[in-house]
């Protein structure tokens, strides 16, 4: 947890959420298993409900988000289950650890930039970090980062070592697939941009979500297990959503790019690692529409502060050993 004294964070972020959707569905773990080889939610990643869902819903799990974690294929079996036994869509455990991974490279990045480059104080980071749509569904994993952020203001550490995640580990060991159009973010107008029809995870006061909370279990009960609960609003927001976004033409430069790293991996299969880390490192920090890198030096400088980091990291626990 984080030291508010230590961390000098004023207040812990809000906790107005909408609670996550109730069961509507029974599912055992071999028919999810079954779906997840044939009907998989193909825009799972891209959809920003979703993800709101399955952070929520990973909040209890610590063993499977904490640092260095790393957890057995069943529990994100299970945990796909779950997401279907309350949203109806199938999440394969790919997607479920991409949405996991992201999260926390974007997390970092986005610390990593207030800090470096904007020069941020811990209060003024707090309040920017708020303004991440993810954020409060994921802010537990920031509460794990204390010496993560000291390490990246040069500060001294008082606290007890904190375990880091080795992203090199969990992103680019088969986690994901060189998929450019997988990747490529679906350009909305500006005027859809806000339309509350895009978040079935809403905001309200945080006075009323006790109350909420008390809605849902009778929601609960009310509507035992059919698709006639109120979170069956959320496969018809997510199904209007979705048929509006599939309307958008992908850049074909998009896959020329996906077809250029192929052919690089071919062509040089002993670089392979070091080709899927700067690919991916190079477009999580581009899709983070909060950070503004005025050139490539501004880019490349911050994702070589990254890596210094890690490797002194590294350094020191070889020094430990």
Same mark, same amino acid.
């Given at each position: ?7 000098? &964070? ?43 869902? &399955? ?5 209890? *799990?610590?063993? !499977?988000?904490?640092?260095? +974690? ?24 790919? %997607? ?23 020069? !941020? ?12 749509? #993810?954020? @409060?569904? #994921?802010?537990?994993? @920031?509460?794990?980062? $204390? %010496?993560? /952020?000291?390490?990246?203001?040069? /500060?001294?550490? =008082?606290?007890?070592?904190?375990? +880091? ?15 450019? &159009?997988? *990747? ?9 941009? $806000?339309? %509350? ?27 035992? !297990? ?21 309307? =958008?033409? &992908? ?19 002993? *670089?392979? !690692?070091?080709?899927? %880390? ?10 983070? /529409? ?18 210094? #980091?890690?490797?002194? *990291? ?8």
């Amino acid at each position: 947890m984080l030291n508010i004294k230590q961390e000098g &964070v004023v207040a812990d972020a809000p906790r107005a959420l909408t609670p996550i959707p109730p069961f509507i569905h029974h599912v055992s773990m071999e028919e999810y298993m079954g779906m997840e080889l044939n009907s998989v939610y193909e825009e799972a990643t891209k959809d920003s409900a979703l993800k709101k869902v &399955v952070l929520d819903l990973l909040k209890d *799990r610590k063993a !499977m988000w904490a640092p260095a +974690a790393k957890p057995s294929e069943d529990k994100w079996q299970k945990l796909g289950a779950e997401v279907f036994s309350r949203t109806g869509k199938v999440v394969s455990v790919t %997607q479920l650890r991409r949405m996991l991974v992201s999260s926390k490279h974007v997390l970092k990045t986005k610390m990593s930039h207030c800090i470096k480059v904007k020069k !941020m104080d811990r209060v003024s980071t707090e309040a920017y970090l708020q303004n991440w749509e #993810f954020y @409060r569904h #994921f802010r537990y994993y @920031r509460e794990t980062l $204390g %010496q993560f /952020e000291a390490n990246l203001r040069g /500060e001294q550490w =008082t606290g007890e070592d904190q375990p +880091a995640d080795d992203d090199d580990d969990i992103i680019y060991d088969g986690i994901f697939e060189v998929e450019m &159009v997988d *990747r490529t973010r679906e350009a909305q107008p500006a005027e859809n941009q $806000g339309n %509350q029809e895009e978040y079935h995870v809403e905001e309200v006061p945080y006075a009323q979500e006790e109350q909420v909370y008390e809605n849902q279990q009778q929601n609960q009960q009310t509507y035992p !297990m059919h698709g006639g609960s109120p979170s069956s609003d959320y496969s018809t927001i997510s199904a209007h959503s979705l048929k509006r976004r599939r309307s =958008t033409t &992908v850049d074909s430069t998009a896959e020329q790019i996906g077809e250029e790293i192929d052919r690089l991996i071919q062509l040089y299969p002993q *670089r392979e !690692m070091l080709i899927r %880390q700067a690919f991916f490192k190079t477009i999580f920090a581009l899709e983070d /529409e909060t950070v503004e890198f005025s050139n490539l030096g501004d880019l490349f400088e911050d994702l070589a502060e990254q890596e210094n #980091f890690k490797r002194r *990291r590294r350094s020191r626990a070889q020094r430990l050993e």
